[in-house]
């Protein structure tokens, strides 16, 4: 059986999560011998209709196990508490301790690398005031955030960070748990690197990590073959993993993990669930791609549609988009990253939320940008235009998504096409800065920097750069590249335009619908699709008068304060107040 969620407090395991680790072994055979013993006999369930059964059932087993789960939850209680005590000890004399961090931040590198979180003041956590924002921070819940991969230093990660940070201020007595598959990196480690890459400082004693075994089902690699099923498949087993461990109060995934949210609702109907999509799974512009050309850079699909294989993947896609709009109908409270992602997921999502009688919309609430630190460090002025190269700047983790090949096409076209430009003055660089998460990407920057050979003296790739390093780049470049077909965002193209750099990026997604957009009247960057358009756009980045340059440095500027860490702090906070209402004021577990 399902047994033995060890509760293990060894401090000094190094494979385990330090403080607690929640491990689950199944054993087959007890398995299917408890689920025999246990509904043999029992007629009564053949009254329900077959799906009620298959879910009273499922629930009775995780039933079996309620004494561990309690015993479990209150092992966590009891850790919190001992680490807020030793923590109040080690408070310097006189200085009185809070209840809730302060973080300060450094912005990132690109939207999935090093990104950091400026400081917000107190009392900048949540939208409630008065008697009642008092009353609701009592709050002692356990709020599970699904995040497997927590420890890739990504944007994903950072927002999820973030999330947890601006959990903590609006409820500091709740307990936030993070289900990760991260299990070579322990509760330290993590806290480590999210203070270290992120600048981020969580309340440890408030904050735990929850190990999962089977986090292997949703690795692409596991799906060779019709990968988008197979992995949404895999993430239910890794969805009945995370049950297994702890049920929470309030349920949130931040990785696109949409299955495990219905699966959770289908267990427990009364668990508030909410949804942070980066990305969806599915859209229609991916079906679309299908049937574009390949060298309109629409994605790693583009042009894939035709033939006899062509319309079957076309028809697979379509039913596994109708499969994904009925899995998203489940979630209560649905966020998005942008106004693309947000008009992708309402036309999948909003009939069957409809149907299910979900009221609240599904609401864009931005990724925290901190463009308070690069406004500080880095002048837009008569002086920095002075000192800035010609030089172009792409941040962005070595990942095939990225089109870093299309970028390196697009320089190389410039130089060739554009030459009276360079003639009297330096020949601007293309710098190309991300991070390397594995031997895969490690060979990709390999194949790019062959891809670069005939202009290499004009191209600098800079791997697993430190901040202090990015910030000097965002300091000195004069134009930003984003390469990236349906970015989902764009914090990178944020930061570029924080730090006064002239954007040239793909003309889709978000950076498209919400960064790179007219202000006051008047653009604030270009915009491109193929290579020669990209060159197109450098060229015209690069040859701006300089009044005109430095006006519309000023414009990006202006634009970047829309994403402002107080905004993303306001809203997150009023879609998490709604779930903690829908938990209501005594949260149990729900079965």
Known sequence: MIHSKGVNINDSSPSLEPHFSLTASVNEIKVKKLIMDRFQGEVSLNCLPRTSRIRHRTRHLLDSNSNVFNHGMELLRSRAKTEEADQKKTQSEGVKQRETPKATSTPSS????????????????????????????????VIG?????????????RLLFAAILATQRRYPNALCVVYTGDHDASKDQILNNVRNRFNIELNAARTCFLYLSTREYVLASKWPHFTLLGQSIGSLILGWDAVNLLVPDVMIDTMGYAFVLALSKWLFPNLPTGAYVHYPTISTDMLSSLHTEVSSGQGLNAGLGKGTKGRAKQVYWELFAKLYSWVGGSVDVVMTNSSWTQNHVSTLWSPARKKRGKKKAISVVYPPCAVEELTAKIPVDAESERTRTRNLLYIAQFRPEKMHHVIIDAFNAFLKSYKHLIQDGPTPKLILVGSVRDDHDEKRVYKLRLQTQEIKDHVQFVVNAKWPQILDFLKSSSVGVNGMWNEHFGIGVVEYQAAGLISVINDSGGPKADIVIDIDGKPTGFRATTPEQFAAGFAEALSLPADEAFAMRQRARKSSWRFSEQVFNDAWTGHLETLVELAGPQSKLRR
């Open 145 to 157: 955030f699904f995040h497997p991969f927590c420890n890739a230093g990504g944007g994903g990660e």
């Open 110 to 141: 690109s939207d999935d690398e090093w990104e950091k979180v400026n400081e917000r003041g107190k009392g900048s956590g949540g939208s409630g005031t008065g008697s009642s924002q008092t009353r609701e921070s009592s709050f002692e819940g």
